[in-house]
């Protein structure tokens, strides 16, 4: 969804290819070929693939600079676009798959129950530190005036939180003003059309 979500904003043509899960086409070798790691999703542009979502997140910053999806190079902000990224990957996405898998991160001595109750509680803490944030510079997007690649992630993750038992990031209050401003983004109903999703809820 997030590189679907650049790559609309960006208005640039591009094909979709849903591999079938249910056949692991996934693990097929011409897949493999492409991704080695059998991760989705790749992105392929000429000769060379790229795979896992924050690299394909860069390559389309730095492919297309003219969209300024990014700070520029060597800049503070750009440093701070770099943290955010990486911390959306590898804390918030991280552990709202330990809560839809936790089968794959308990042993006997727990239960699926505690793994999603511990990743639960720990999804609510990194929504409170979105929602800072956004309360801290005022912005109407996650790095403030302009908007970012930043913005399809966060939106994406946050929808993931829809489900969720405690409160998800729509009932934040200012999560839930601001994913209603990327809802609204003319990019974001075409990518949500395409993937046969439904607008989020208010």
Not at 8 to 33: I, N
């Amino acid at each position: 969804m997030i590189p679907n979500l650049l790559l609309e904003e960006l208005g640039v043509p591009f094909e979709r290819v849903r591999p079938d899960r249910a056949d692991a086409a996934h693990k097929a070798p011409a897949y493999l070929r492409l991704s080695a790691n059998k991760v989705l999703p790749t992105l392929t542009a000429g000769d060379l693939a790229r795979y896992k979502t924050v690299a394909i997140c860069l390559h389309l910053c730095d492919a297309h600079p003219k969209m300024k999806l990014a700070p520029a190079m060597g800049s503070i902000e750009r440093g701070h676009f770099y943290k955010r990224l990486v911390w959306l990957n590898n804390s918030l996405q991280d552990t709202l798959l330990v809560y839809f898998h936790p089968e794959r991160w308990h042993n006997d001595d727990t239960t699926d129950a505690e793994v999603k109750a511990l990743a639960r509680d720990k999804v609510g803490e990194l929504l409170d530190q979105l929602d800072t944030e956004l309360a801290r510079h005022g912005g109407p997007w996650f790095m403030g005036r302009n908007f970012s690649a930043l913005d399809p992630y966060v939106f994406t993750l946050c929808r993931w939180t829809r489900g969720l038992s405690s409160r998800p990031a729509r009932a934040r209050p200012h999560l839930g003003p601001y994913l209603q401003r990327m809802a609204a983004r003319p990019a974001t109903q075409q990518a949500m059309r395409k993937e046969y999703l439904i607008p989020p809820r208010t």
